[in-house]
C-alpha cells in the first residue's frame, strides 16, 4: 500500500484516520526515540490538519514525549547506569574526588544549573538549551532526567515552552507548504531570529562545555602537582 511505502506516509495516513489524537500519539512515539528528527512530523501534522488543530497536538504529543523520557531517566536509567561515568582507570583512591572518572566530572558541572530546587532556574536553563539545534529533542530529555537531579514539573515545561518557537515555524510550514516556507525563509523575521537564537544558544553551550572541561582538567593537573 501508498501508506507503507515511507515512515512519512504511514504516519501521514494514520493521523488522517485517526484525526488530532492518533496525531499527538505518534508525536509522543516519535519524540521519545533517541536521534529521530522531529521536524519531519511536526510538517506533516501542519499539512494534514493545520496549524489550528496541528500545533496543538504536537505540543500534546512533545509534551507526553517529554514527561515519559524524563521520568524513564529520572526512576530506570539513573538506577541501572552502572557507573558508565566513571573512569575505570584510575587506580588512586586518595580521596573519592579523584575515584571520579573525568566524564563524570564535566557532566557536573555543565549540570550544576539543573542540580537545584529553584523552579525558575531550572526552566529557563533548559528553555534557553532548546534554543539551539544542536541538543536532540529525546537524548536530552533523557539525560536530564537520569543524570540531573532537576525538579521534572520545570524541566518539562521548560522544553515544551522553549521547542514552541520551531514547532510554529515548522507546522505553519506544514500548513501552508513549500511556498509559506520559502516565503518565511526569504522574508520572515522570525526565522531570523530563530537562527540568531539558535547560534546565540549553540555558542553558549559550546562555551560551557569548555569551560567545563578546562576547570576538571586543570583541577587534575593542581592534584597531580600536589
Known sequence: PASLES??????????QGGPPMMALAVAVSDS???????????????????QLGLP??????FIATTFTMVF??????????????????NNNNNNNNSKGKLAKVLDELTMGLNTDDFKTVFWTIFLARQSPV???SVG????GAAT????????????????????????AGAGGKAALEMVRQNGAL????????????????????????????????VQVS
Open 141 to 144: 530529555n533523557y539525560f536530564v
Open 149 to 172: 537531579k532537576a525538579p521534572l514539573l520545570p524541566a518539562i515545561l521548560g522544553t515544551v515552552c522553549g521547542c514552541l518557537p520551531l514547532n510554529i515555524l515548522y507546522v505553519g
Open 73 to 90: 531517566g529520572r526512576y530506570w536509567l539513573a538506577n541501572n547506569k552502572n557507573g558508565m561515568f566513571e573512569d575505570g582507570t584510575d
Open 135 to 137: 541538543l536532540p529533542f
Open 33 to 51: 526515540v533517541p536521534l529521530v528528527p522531529t521536524q519531519p512530523i511536526s510538517i506533516i501534522a501542519g499539512a494534514v490538519f493545520g496549524l
Open 7 to 16: 515512515p512519512q506516509a504511514f504516519v501521514t495516513e494514520i493521523a488522517r
Open 191 to 222: 526565522a531570523e531570529s530563530l537562527e540568531v537564537a539558535g547560534a546565540l544558544a549553540t555558542l553558549a553551550i559550546v562555551a560551557s562545555i569548555g569551560k567545563a572541561v578546562m576547570k576538571v582538567w586543570n583541577e587534575e593537573d593542581e
Open 57 to 62: 497536538a504536537v505540543i500534546l504529543g512533545q
